[in-house]
C-alpha cells in the first residue's frame, strides 16, 4: 500500500500523474480517457496472446480486452484497490475469460437447431413430410438464412 501524507491523498500504488489522469477520465474527459487506453493497450496485447477465441481472431479477444480497460479506467476506486495496473489487469483478463466462455456456449449451437427424425414420420393422412417443409416449420431457414 501507498505512503500517504498530509496534503496528497493514498495513491495504492498508483503515480500521482496516473491518479491524476484516472480522475480526468471519470470526470468524463475524453482525451484523459484516449491516453490510459494507449498506456494500456500493450498490456491488453500481451494477455490475449496467451488465449484463444473459438470462431474470431485475435483482434477480437483484444477488442474484448479493451472493454474490459474502459470498464477498469471507468470504476476504479483508489480507496478499495490496490494499484490502477492490477486492477486493470484483472478486469480485461476477466473480460476476456467471459468473451471466451460465451463463445465456447455458442460452438454447440448447431446441435441446439437440430431437426429431429422424427419429423420425418408419416402425417396423418400417411404421406412423408418432405424435408424442405419440416425444416420450414421447425424455423430452421428463417435462423439459419
Do not use: H
Not at 487506453?37 to 483484444?62: C, H, P
Amino acid at each position: 500500500m501507498g505512503k500517504q501524507t498530509e496534503n496528497r491523498p493514498e495513491t495504492n500504488g498508483t503515480g500521482e500523474e496516473e491518479m491524476t489522469l484516472l480522475l480526468r477520465c471519470q470526470e468524463g474527459d475524453n482525451e484523459a480517457t484516449e491516453e490510459m487506453l494507449n498506456r494500456y493497450k500493450n498490456m491488453v496485447r500481451s494477455k490475449a496472446t496467451a488465449l484463444y477465441l473459438v470462431g474470431a481472431d485475435k483482434e477480437d479477444l483484444i477488442q474484448e480486452g479493451m472493454i474490459g480497460l474502459f470498464k477498469a479506467i471507468r470504476e476504479y476506486d483508489p480507496e478499495r484497490n490496490d494499484s490502477f495496473a492490477a486492477f486493470a489487469g484483472l478486469c480485461v483478463t476477466r473480460q476476456m475469460y467471459s468473451a471466451i466462455k460465451y463463445s465456447n456456449t455458442k460452438k454447440n449451437q448447431p446441435l441446439n437447431n437440430y431437426v429431429s427424425f422424427d419429423s420425418f414420420e408419416g402425417n396423418e393422412d400417411g404421406e412423408t413430410a418432405g424435408g424442405a417443409s419440416v425444416l420450414e416449420e421447425s424455423g430452421y431457414w428463417s435462423q439459419n438464412p
